[in-house]
């Protein structure tokens, strides 16, 4: 078999808009319960692709889903009946709050920002995924995704947030750039590739 010219490109992809509100207030406790309700729901009903993400995945020869509902609603949205290949591997960093007094509330938004803090800074896991292991996951997963765009396929990932953050940070590490960057919004889509 040919070694392909060049490789293929990879794109990082954040999942649609989630059906859980954010706009509540909630104590650190609330939060952490509203975050398990979040891991396992889907999608807020009506949204539609954006045509630049489904034109990402009409070109991709394959495309990789994390296993969460949103992930996974994105995935079908996004794939035209095509195969997705579904990896745990691509879940999102778990975002466990610290523990703050019943008086003080915050929005979803903000305690994610806290908790993604704590988790970072001070290793703050609570018997979760550690900091150095969601690292390790990160980079297990560049190589897998590295070692299939080096087959010359385009690659597509749906997924989350922080974590498609990390894996872009090995990318980087690896010799890919960062060619085309929506950001993080919902439906966004980060592209990187070799050299």
């Known amino acids: 078999m040919l070694k392909p010219s060049r490789p293929g490109s990879i794109?990082?992809?954040?999942h649609g808009e989630p059906a859980l509100s954010r706009k509540c207030m909630l104590t650190s406790d609330?939060?952490?319960?509203?975050?398990?309700k979040y891991e396992l729901g889907g999608l807020l009903a009506g949204?539609?692709?954006?045509?630049?993400?489904?034109?990402?995945?009409?070109?991709?020869g394959v495309i990789f889903a994390s296993t969460r509902q949103r992930a996974q609603e994105t995935a079908n949205a996004v794939s035209a009946g095509r195969e997705i290949t579904s990896d745990v591997m691509f879940?999102?960093?778990?975002?466990?709050?610290?523990?703050?007094?019943s008086w003080f509330r915050l929005?979803?938004?903000?305690?994610?920002?806290v908790a993604r803090f704590w988790w970072h800074a001070f290793d703050h896991h609570e018997g979760q995924?550690?900091?150095?292991?969601?690292?390790?996951?990160?980079?297990?997963?560049?190589?897998?995704?590295i070692a299939r765009a080096e087959t010359g396929e385009d690659?597509?990932?749906?997924?989350?947030?922080?974590?498609?953050?990390?894996?872009?940070?090995?990318?980087?590490?690896?010799?890919w750039r960062?060619?085309?960057?929506?950001?993080?919004k919902y439906w966004s889509q980060r592209r990187y590739e070799r050299g």
């Open 107 to 113: 929005p979803p938004k903000y305690w994610g920002a």
């Open 155 to 175: 690659v597509l990932v749906l997924a989350h947030g922080y974590f498609n953050h990390m894996v872009g940070a090995r990318l980087k590490v690896d010799g």
């Open 30 to 36: 609330q939060y952490r319960d509203w975050w398990a």
């Open 47 to 60: 949204q539609t692709p954006p045509p630049e993400l489904l034109a990402t995945a009409a070109g991709a």
């Open 11 to 14: 794109t990082l992809a954040r």
């Open 91 to 101: 879940i999102e960093a778990p975002l466990p709050p610290p523990h703050f007094p």
């Open 129 to 145: 995924e550690t900091r150095a292991q969601a690292e390790a996951r990160a980079e297990q997963a560049a190589q897998r995704l």
């Open 178 to 184: 960062l060619v085309h960057n929506q950001g993080f």
